[in-house]
């Protein structure tokens, strides 16, 4: 099945209030981007990100980005252009 660009991958945008939050590292979270502990079956731990007052983040959906659990944007080169349909031939 060929992406659409309906399907355009897009990050998650946490207000992070709370001075520490668990970032999923692992991809087996049932509640993304957030740590559920799902990953207490493998040997990852989370992303834990620290800021001293509340801040806004973008959280990479599409887990390619090159600097997790941050976005840098390598969702915007995932997607395919929508297949046109075939030309309808003009008699
Ligand atoms: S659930 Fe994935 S790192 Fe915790």
């Not at 007052?53 to 997790?68: G, L, R, V």
């Amino acid at each position: 099945m060929s992406l659409a660009y309906d399907d355009l991958i897009q990050p998650y945008i946490v207000k992070q209030v709370s001075k520490q939050v668990a970032y999923c590292r692992c991809t087996r979270t049932k509640n993304p981007p957030f740590c559920d502990g799902s990953h207490v079956v493998t040997k990852i731990t989370p992303y834990i990100l620290e800021f001293e007052s509340p801040k806004t983040i973008a959280i990479c959906a599409c887990w390619k980005s090159k600097n997790h659990p941050y976005c840098d944007g390598t969702h915007g080169r995932l997607v395919k252009p929508k297949e046109r349909p075939a030309a309808k031939s003009v008699e």
